[in-house]
């Protein structure tokens, strides 16, 4: 009863902790984030604005699905079977986003958004609760494209990019993120001498999102909303365990 | 949205449990009082259902204000 109770004050506190340090501060933030006006490249300065154009490389690229790309990311997936659940594991990642310019017109700039430590966050769009924490810059390059590829008979592109792959416990899964060098993008950016920098002042330090921010938006949100969501059921659970326990302790003590 | 209708269902299920215990709890204590008896226990239990159950539509709130802000 102790214990039950000690977790039910516990799960209060964490939501008076969640509500007013947690929730609070992020609506602001959040708030702030959809604020930020959009600006032609030109006027690119400290503060964070949004721009739209095009990543474009010195050297063409191509994905190992051989797709021609301005950037993109692939990583091979084991799938397997772990008692009753299926476990993943990324048993190599590899990617290529040097050596940008953000080209608006005939206008180029140097693109160095993601180049200087910061920690990058590709969004998969495979998950509802999809989170995007502000202190990440956010890569959205739409949904993810997936294959299933055999350990004895890899693809060549995969066996260079990978060439000490773990032999699979399950399935192999290939799967790629790529921007297209004609698909539009919007970033959140702030701007120093003319090129693409990252905000750490801001709202959000920055992303880049290929044809609607939409989902990058939704994904700061849920950065807000999942702890709630989190301590909500936590909080259901104690406190409705809390609430039988005691009607049904003292009903008895008043029948005896 | 954003994934409203996940927070619209754990705000339906936080809400009906957080309601159910008020509102048994007031009955309870409403028949003790009617018998010149007091239901302490009652009361506290009113009181935390019915914070479940606000913290639940809070939950949901949050939600689609958040989904207001993006459609705007």
């Known amino acids: ?24 501060p992020g609506m602001q933030d959040f708030w702030a984030l959809v604020q930020v006006p959009e600006k032609k490249p030109d006027e690119l300065g400290p ?8 990543l474009a490389t010195q050297k063409a690229r191509t994905t190992p699905n051989g797709e021609t790309a301005a950037l993109y990311y692939g990583w091979i997936e084991d799938h397997y079977r772990s008692g009753r659940s299926t476990t993943t594991r990324v048993l190599c990642r590899f990617g290529e986003d040097e050596d940008l310019f ?24 495979t998950d509802p609760f999809e989170d995007l924490h502000r202190d990440r810059i956010g890569i959205d390059l739409g949904p993810l494209s997936s294959k299933e590829v055999s350990f004895g008979n890899l693809p060549e592109p995969l066996r260079q990019r990978c060439p000490r792959l773990e032999r699979p416990r399950g399935t192999l899964f290939y799967k790629e993120m790529a921007l297209r060098p004609d698909q539009e993008v919007i970033v959140l950016s702030c701007g120093q001498d003319r090129v693409f920098r990252s905000c750490p002042n801001a709202p959000a330090l ?24 989190g301590v909500l059921l936590g909080m259901a659970f104690s406190l409705g365990f809390l609430c039988s326990l005691l009607l049904k302790y003292s009903r008895s003590e008043a029948d005896s | 949205m954003t994934a409203w209708w996940i927070d619209a269902i754990l705000a339906l299920f936080g809400s009906w449990l957080g309601f159910g215990f008020f509102f048994a709890a007031r009955t309870r204590t409403q ?18 259902g019915l914070l479940l159950a606000l913290s639940a539509l809070f939950v949901l709130w949050t939600s689609l204000a958040i989904s207001f802000v993006l459609h705007q």
């Open chain 2, 31 to 48: 028949r003790r009082q009617a018998r010149g008896g007091r239901d302490v226990v009652g009361l506290l239990v009113m009181w935390l």
């Open chain 1, 206 to 229: 920055g992303f880049v999102a290929a044809d609607s921010i939409d989902y990058v938006y939704r994904a700061y949100g849920n950065d807000v909303l999942n702890g709630l969501r």
């Open chain 1, 47 to 54: 503060t964070p604005a949004l721009y739209r154009g095009f």
């Open chain 1, 1 to 24: 009863m102790t214990f039950f109770v000690v977790c039910s004050i516990g799960s209060l506190l964490l939501w008076d902790y969640a509500t007013l340090r947690v929730l609070w």
């Open chain 1, 102 to 125: 953000f080209q608006q017109g005939s206008r180029r700039f140097l693109f160095q958004l993601f180049h200087h430590g910061e920690r990058i966050e590709v969004l998969k769009h």
